[in-house]
């Protein structure tokens, strides 16, 4: 080593104003997970964070949004019951509906905060943290130096380039939609995924004109066209779809009324020109995650063109060799709650070589559950998947919401089930789903692919009489029926002693 390099080291040394075992960078779900995880085993750690303490999920996300859905399905059946003959007149106060969301998401909140609160001060920093080229953790007037990094920063809405400009006090996104104290007489909801379809079904049912913009033909990314067809013509009754449609043109204006509004220019599937102008435009085209400021390639760590970690572990969030792990939104693996907690779990277990303790999960079925009325799922392999794998011979298990017999009494009866099952091993592969009690059939299927159930055995559960989820049973029946294989109830309840 020459004079100047070890000037150069001694000079880093000297800046430092801390050494850690572990930093968690990031306190939402995963970061907060990691970091408790960590600091049961090693107390030399520390976790930055910039902006609020809590998560996406209770602040911006799951919660807040659930809330909305709540408040919608009250008013949709106070509204709509005169089938059952119920007749009455209803009055939607959006005031009050949009402070019992923010009433009861500071509740949610308070959890999250009294446990951040209860974690020593000296390891929470509140401020932007930057790797510089020294593998260093810049943060406000620190300087740290840490053995292992787990990363979990999240993410963002994404907005087009210039739409913020254009659009100033009429744009929206999942993370301001909630700050509203009133609701709106109309928005344009750009974007036909789960935040943008769940938000405008809400709105919509809460009285809210709602146009739906989506650039496809499709809806909550569905690749089973039959299904996609399907969830179109369920959620049509409450929406109107500019679905295949292209934006031109975005912008903000005065009305007439010497109002701000915002105004798109479209041309829809047919070539047609449009012309949508309101209140709002919601802009849910997607999240990013934040780590391309970070500096993470400091570390080693690779992104590709997307800002996507490259060489990551997707059981561990670890990247390659490195101390570094990178978990939650921040990976862009699976954007999920429950995903990000198990993750930063993990991570916090792990980077302190406590393996036993890691919950490390198993190649896991991709659930999506969409919270519209009726309900959206996904789970497992996609048709395309499917198709793209020569060996995989599957069938395809259907069923019918539309007059079954327990959704037909509640009036919610408007769905199709598409269970996809391979014919070598009698294994579910994957399944799509527009129905009511989507959410538990997508439950009970993620739980049989996961561990290896196979359709006689799902079938030789019991069905409970009347229930929806005689559907899944019929769905499953039709596998089996096309499997070559005769079904025989298996004899469970053998005594072999």
Known sequence: MNNDSATNENSSKKDITREVKVAVIGAGT????????????????????????????????????????????????????????????????????????????????????????????????????????????????????????????????????????????????????????????????????????????????????????????????????????????????DLDMKLGSKITEIDSEVDDNKQLVASIKYTDKDGNEGHWQGDYVLVATGRSNNIKQLGVENLGVELDEKNRPKDLDTHTGQIGDLQVYIVGDANVHQPFLHVASDEGYSAGSIACDNKSDAYIRPSSPLLSIIFTAPQILSVGM??????????????????????????????????????????????????????PDAEYIGHILATAITNRITVKQLLDAPFYHPTILEGLRTALRDVQHQMDIPYQALDTHKDNS
């Open 30 to 237: 995963a970061g907060q997970n990691a970091f408790r995880q960590a600091n049961k085993d090693i107390k030399n750690t520390v976790i930055i964070n910039e902006g609020y303490w809590t998560t996406t999920c209770v602040t911006v996300g799951c919660m807040p949004s659930k809330l909305l859905i709540a408040a919608a399905e009250r008013a949709h059946e106070a509204k709509y019951s005169e089938e059952f003959g119920i007749h009455s007149d209803v009055t939607i106060n959006g005031k009050q509906v949009m402070a019992r969301v923010q009433a009861e998401r500071s509740h949610f909140e308070s959890f999250l905060e009294k446990q951040v609160d209860s974690w020593p001060d000296d390891k929470k920093i509140a401020g932007r943290a930057h790797i510089n080229k020294d593998g260093l953790i810049e943060v406000n007037d620190e300087l740290i130096k840490a053995d292992k990094i787990i990363v979990a920063t999240g993410s963002k809405p994404f907005i087009p380039e210039g739409w913020a400009d254009k659009l100033g006090d009429t744009l929206l996104t999942s993370d301001t939609v909630f700050e509203l104290s009133d609701l709106p007489d109309s928005i344009a909801v750009i974007g036909a995924g789960a935040v943008g379809l769940e938000l405008a079904h809400a709105f919509s049912r809460l009285g809210v004109a709602i146009t739906l913009f989506n650039r496809n033909d499709g809806v909550a990314g569905l690749k089973d066209k039959k299904i996609n067809a399907k969830a179109i013509d369920c959620l049509s009754t």
């Open 382 to 435: 996609s048709i395309p998947e499917i198709e793209e794998s020569p060996e995989l011979e599957y069938v395809i298990g259907k069923a019918s919401f539309d007059n079954q017999g327990r959704s037909r009494i509640m009036g919610v009866n408007c769905g199709l089930l598409h269970i996809y099952g391979c014919k070598k091993t009698d294994k579910v592969l994957g399944a799509s789903m527009v129905g």
